[in-house]
């Protein structure tokens, strides 16, 4: 009987196990999928952005004309990827000052433009125009804490020129 005992709960504990390490191999399956559908909508918002943005250039449009109607003079760009390093070359030889730009991944990243991290001390300027759009809230939110200055999306600029 003890023999009977100890092996029903050697395999309730295995069985147990079983199913635990199944729920986390769900769990990470869960997260692997939120992953891949959050990376999934940013590249769509970045997408649509960026078609907005050429067919705002096919008719004149310009986001440097458009800061300037907003009485941005001076700004900085949040998110030096792709989108960051479009515009500013866009900005580069245009009335608006692109004092500074602001990444996560500072260190990592090299052009002819001031890089800093958001954890370093921020100089003042007009704006920040943040081209991370799917995260605009959270780094808005995150950057209110150390700046009093307007923080515009990349894709509300576009949209709305």
Request: one cysteine or more; aromatic letters at 8%; hydrophobic letters at 40%.
């Amino acid at each position: 009987m003890k023999d009977l005992l100890k092996n029903l709960f050697v395999f309730c504990c295995g069985l147990g196990c079983g199913i635990s390490a199944d729920l986390q191999k769900s769990k990470s399956k869960a997260q692997q999928i939120e992953n891949i559908n959050n990376k999934s909508k940013k590249h769509v918002d970045l997408f649509e952005t960026s078609i907005q943005w050429v067919l705002n250039l096919q008719e004149g449009k310009r986001i440097d004309e458009y800061l300037n109607k907003l009485g941005y003079k001076c700004i900085a760009i949040y998110g030096m990827g792709k989108m960051g390093e479009a515009l500013f070359r866009e900005l580069k030889n245009s009335g608006i000052t692109v004092k500074y730009c602001i990444d996560k991944n500072a260190e990592d990243i090299y052009g002819d433009y001031i890089i800093v991290s958001p954890d370093d001390e921020l100089d003042m300027v007009d704006a920040i125009v943040i081209t991370a759009v799917s995260y605009f809230d959270e780094i808005k939110e995150m950057l209110s804490r150390k700046m009093n200055c307007e923080m515009i999306s990349l894709e509300d600029i576009v949209y709305r020129m």
